[in-house]
């Protein structure tokens, strides 16, 4: 590399470094959130990138290269984290807390739930029956109804709109059933 190219390449990542140094650290954080450790990938980054235009590699789009180095970087990262085994966990002493009132209170929703779909036009009723109830997936309904996915995804969301309408009638007569009981 002559003096020239090494010359035009600090100007180059130094002016690279200043336009995108920041964005680069918010787009590492976000993906890895440990702020150290993001700087430390941006900081990478442009010495790997640093190494590829000695090397004679030549950059279109710096911003485009960056980026990729970047998420190429934090694609590593993942892969390094270990993993925890749940037997491993076990065998350590892990015991996981059960807290029974949450079950109960998530089996009285779902039960409440599930009364409300019958309350639902005919249209959403078998929809959101297959879909909660019988726990099949979207491409399932799709073939058992014949109609697109597409169009089962948005009766299904539909219908959780019209279920959590129903809630927030009922919620709002309990309320004022309970203010007017708190008067006589």
């Known amino acids: 590399m002559t003096l ?9 990542l130094n002016q690279a470094h200043t336009t995108f140094k920041k964005d680069l ?9 440990n702020k150290a450790l993001s700087e430390d990938l ?5 010495v790997k990138t640093w190494a590829y235009l000695a090397k004679g590699g030549k950059i279109l789009f710096m911003r485009a290269f960056l980026y990729r180095i970047l998420n190429n970087l934090i694609v590593d ?27 109960l209170m998530d089996a009285a929703d779902g039960k409440r739930a599930l ?4 309350e639902l036009p005919e249209k959403y009723q078998s929809v959101m029956s297959m879909r909660f109830e019988k726990d099949m997936s979207l491409e399932e309904i799709s ?10 995804t948005v009766q299904v969301h539909r219908g959780l709109k ?5 809630y927030e009638n009922r919620d709002a007569q309990f309320a004022a059933h309970l203010g007017n009981a708190s008067h006589a």
Do not use: C, H, W
Request: proline fraction near 1%.
């Open 4 to 12: 020239a190219e090494k010359t035009y390449f600090e100007i180059l």
């Open 25 to 33: 650290q918010r787009y590492a954080l976000s993906k890895i959130g």
């Open 42 to 46: 941006v900081q990478d980054t442009f």
């Open 77 to 103: 990262e993942y892969r390094k984290r270990k993993t925890v085994s749940l037997d491993a966990m076990f065998n350590d002493g892990f015991e996981p807390a059960v807290d029974d009132a949450e079950a």
């Open 115 to 118: 009364e409300v779909v019958n």
């Open 143 to 152: 073939a058992v109804t014949g109609q697109s996915k597409n169009s089962i």
């Open 162 to 166: 019209k279920i959590k309408s129903i």
